[in-house]
């Protein structure tokens, strides 16, 4: 899996922020499942096949923390976010989204709906 910077042009992250780029069927499927925690600067941004409000629709089996949700539009704009709780089942957005930012709760705040997003390659370390 690949890394991408997170970089919100509509205000400034308080921090940088990378996120897993996950597109595959399994990478998508568990995504936090039976992790212990993530890192603050830290996340996963799954990619559905397309922007819909069935494939954006996320679980939390398995997931033994909170998370901070954004859903993202294929134009890159925050169509919604939430924090959505260890163990409650599924979690779907108002409008529909291509991408799921999936981060620490503290940081959704730096998130609001209609932010331009954009995803940036990541230097290989």
């Not at 976010?81 to 260890?86: E, N, T, Y």
Request: glycine content about 6%.
């Amino acid at each position: 899996m690949k890394n991408i910077n997170v970089v919100n042009e509509t205000r400034p992250l308080s921090a940088p922020l990378q996120a897993g780029y996950c597109v595959s069927f399994w990478c998508r499927l568990r995504g936090f499942s039976f992790r212990r925690t993530i890192p603050k600067d830290w996340g996963l941004l799954v990619v559905e096949p397309k922007e819909s409000l069935y494939y954006s629709t996320i679980h939390m089996f398995g997931v033994f923390f909170d998370l901070g949700i954004v859903w993202i539009n294929e134009s890159g704009e925050v169509v919604d976010h939430c924090v959505a709780k260890r163990w409650i089942s599924i979690k779907a957005p108002k409008r529909p989204a291509k991408y799921m930012l999936e981060i620490v709760p503290t940081r959704i705040e730096e998130f609001q709906i209609g932010d331009r997003i954009r995803f940036e390659q990541a230097p290989v370390n």
